[in-house]
């Protein structure tokens, strides 16, 4: 079974617009740590962002945030005010003692 | 800044060959992975190691071989390549932290073709 899934497989938006990319996860673990990376066309991981099971405080880092809610057990991630250099791959992925990788959201900024 | 470097971007091998990928990071981390990416289907884990001389198989470990003779370098071999092990392949380092915390960094993949 998927433990990672990310149902969006492609998202195309114009500059300056919002984009949020959704996270669904399932472990039976009570800790874990979720992940954010993106996949540029270069074709390095970078990550972005990580936060424990224990901590569903949502935050905001520069244009990039994200709302982690247990209850759903989602963990979805907003790029304010996209830009073209956005334009990427975007994993999710989910460390509850190795880390599984959803299949990847691919979104592409417009000028 | 943390570096991984792969040897290869892209690689065209004949079917049968025995294919080596070689993976080296500089920040002394003690972990090491390999990853296989194709469409739809996200990462998948096929090998890691913890440390120099010690390998765990991953979820799809069927095909591959690895080898870590030294912490810096962790490579990847496929036996006998086959067509169905065209794909991209990353390479990814972190360090041993307690717990699931581990930001793992990854190198910038060599797309293999088995023709």
């Known amino acids: 079974a998927q433990k990672v899934t990310q149902a969006q497989t492609e998202i195309s938006v114009v500059e300056k617009e919002d984009v949020t990319l959704d996270c669904v996860y399932e472990?039976?673990?009570?800790?874990?740590?979720l992940f954010w990376y993106k996949q540029p066309p270069s074709g390095e991981l970078v990550f972005l962002i990580r936060?424990?099971?224990?901590?569903?405080q949502n935050e905001i880092s520069g244009r990039y945030s994200w709302n982690f809610q247990k209850s759903t057990s989602s963990f979805n991630f907003t790029i304010t005010a996209s830009q073209v250099v956005d334009s990427a791959v975007y994993f999710c992925?989910?460390?509850?003692?190795?880390?599984?990788f959803g299949a990847g959201t691919t979104v592409t900024v417009r000028a | 800044d943390v570096k991984v470097t792969q040897s290869s971007r892209y690689l065209v091998k004949r079917t049968g060959e025995k294919v080596f990928l070689e993976c080296v990071q500089d920040?002394?981390?003690?972990?090491m992975f390999w990853y296989r990416q194709d469409p739809g289907l996200g990462l998948r884990l096929i090998y890691f190691?913890?440390?120099?001389?010690?390998?765990e198989k991953g979820d799809i470990p069927e095909g591959y071989s690895v080898s870590r003779e030294k912490k810096e370098r962790f490579s990847l071999i496929l036996e006998s390549a086959s067509t169905n092990q065209t794909s991209m392949y990353l390479c990814?380092?972190?360090?041993?932290?307690?717990?699931?915390?581990?930001?793992?960094?990854f190198g910038a993949g060599t797309r293999l073709s088995v023709l």
């Open positions: 936060r424990n099971s224990f901590d569903e």
């Open positions: 190691s913890y440390d120099v001389k010690m390998k």
């Open positions: 990814a380092s972190s360090h041993d932290e307690a717990g699931f915390e581990n930001i793992q960094y």
């Open positions: 472990t039976r673990d009570t800790t874990y740590y």
């Open positions: 920040m002394d981390h003690e972990n």
């Open positions: 992925a989910l460390n509850d003692y190795k880390l599984s």
